[in-house]
């Protein structure tokens, strides 16, 4: 069965939607692999906290926003997805600080912030996907990181319970963030399987000038444009750059640009963006992944680390 069963099939008393089967080709920005078998589209925070003490113990959860870094294989997601982009959209200025919900797209946010006067968020308008992916994995380019400008986030855990955490309770690197130990709790890279998950940040940034961030921010996509494939199905930066290096450079020196397998290429524009054209199914993907890390751990001897994370069964 590859269509979603349609129709509300959430319990009694919860207002978001629920389906079955629901493919991820359609929330993941590769626009490849299979389904879920369940996803939940919560209608705010409070129906998110309700949807969750519903599920039973050891129910594999997984948070998506734009899906911008995540490729689902074939095979399909066991468990249930929690879709946040439609729901966890809140943002507003209060007292100087910006508080976003972790749907919300962080480009919006740049945008936000500038028409607001507000200066440190411009490099977000080049992360693509969400807030709470940004969080989930100290998203940044053009010289910025995410938890750089963070001063406190709200999590949410699979018993519905929320709780507001500072920098200080994280160990925060490059694309890397872990909650450090605390009552048995622990968060791992990425989503899953994590127990608690970012649903809004509050963004401590500086005064600015609105037409001075918002041609920053017009310069910074113009520079995207330039040396990303936009215009076709991606997932980002496939790769972490490793220290003192670039994974693109590696794997263009390695005569990867423009590989394809199957219906992906890795790209002609840029050697760490893997791209859809047309039909690729994930393990295409997944295939040129591989690909590139045995290939730069050949010629160099660096072993290539993920940005991206790959889910579900082959």
């Not at 099939?9 to 879920?36: D, Q, T």
């Amino acid at each position: 069965m590859n269509m979603a069963e349609t129709g509300n099939l959430a319990k009694p008393g919860l207002r978001g939607e629920l389906r079955k089967r629901e493919p991820m080709a359609r929330h993941v920005s590769w626009r490849a692999g299979g389904a879920a078998d369940r996803a939940y589209l919560p209608a705010g925070l409070d129906d998110l906290a309700a949807f969750l003490r519903t599920l039973p113990a050891g129910e594999s959860i997984h948070f998506v926003g734009l899906g911008s870094n995540l490729l689902v294989r074939d095979g399909g997601l066991r468990g249930t997805v929690i879709l946040t982009h439609r729901a966890l959209r809140g943002i507003r200025v209060e007292r100087g600080s910006l508080h976003a919900e972790a749907g919300v797209a962080s480009p919006k946010v740049a945008r936000y912030a500038a028409t607001h006067d507000l200066a440190g968020a411009e490099f977000l308008a080049g992360v693509p996907g969400t807030l709470g992916g940004a969080l989930a994995m100290n998203a940044g380019c053009f010289g910025g990181e995410t938890w750089n400008v963070v001063a406190a986030v709200t999590t949410i855990d699979r018993h519905g319970a929320l709780r507001t955490r500072q920098p200080g309770d994280y160990e925060v690197g490059y694309r890397h963030v872990r909650l450090k130990a605390d009552g048995g709790w622990r968060m791992a890279d990425g989503p899953n399987p994590a127990e608690e998950w970012f649903v809004a940040a509050r963004l401590s940034l500086a005064p600015g000038d609105r037409k001075e961030l918002m041609n920053k921010i017009k310069q910074l996509l113009v520079t995207r444009l330039a040396t990303q494939p936009l215009d076709e199905p991606n997932a980002g930066s496939v790769f972490r750059n490793p220290q003192g290096d670039y994974a693109a450079r590696l794997i263009e020196a390695c005569g990867l640009k423009g590989r394809a397998i199957g219906g992906a290429a890795i790209s002609a524009k840029h050697a760490n963006f893997i791209v859809n054209p047309g039909g690729a199914r994930a393990a295409d993907i997944e295939a040129l992944i591989e690909l590139a890390e045995r290939n730069v751990k050949e010629k160099f001897g660096i072993a290539l680390e993920r940005e991206v994370r790959i889910v579900g069964d082959a």
